[in-house]
Nanobody
Framework: VQLQASGGGSVQAGGSLRLSCAAS????????VAWFRQAPEKGREFVAR????????YYADSVKGRFTISKDNARNTWYLRMNSLKPEDTAVYYC????????????WGQGTLVTVSS
């Protein structure tokens, strides 16, 4: 399975972006998928995940109420809608698929950079 993340860019604080992660090679529609991020000189942190049906999403406290994770199983793609962006959201965002527990996923995308300026 290959994961291709896209949609990153530069935005001013308060702005919005939508990240996409497209899976190829095998369907992941029945699997839990997620987004993580890694800010400069910091470790990778969990952002959001959603189960196979697209319901019961789970978010990190730092993004709750601002970010929305969703899935399009027909397209084997999931998204992260990010609103009210803050400078502290600046990071490389990674998508992941097939949750094994904790921060362990079977597959990871290459990352897409989000830069939020004040």
């Amino acid at each position: 399975v290959q994961l291709q993340a896209s949609g990153g860019g530069s935005v001013q604080a308060g702005g919005s972006l939508r990240l996409s992660c497209a899976a190829s090679g095998r369907t992941v529609s029945s699997r839990t998928v997620a987004w993580f991020r890694q800010a400069p000189e910091k470790g990778r942190e969990f952002v959001a995940r959603v189960g196979w049906s697209g319901d019961s999403p789970y978010y990190a406290d730092s993004v709750k109420g601002r970010f929305t994770i969703s899935k399009d199983n027909a397209r084997n793609t999931w998204y992260l809608r990010m609103n009210s962006l803050k400078p502290e959201d600046t990071a490389v965002y990674y998508c992941a698929a097939e949750w094994r527990g904790g921060a362990d996923y079977s597959y990871w995308g290459q990352g897409t950079l989000v830069t939020v300026s004040s």
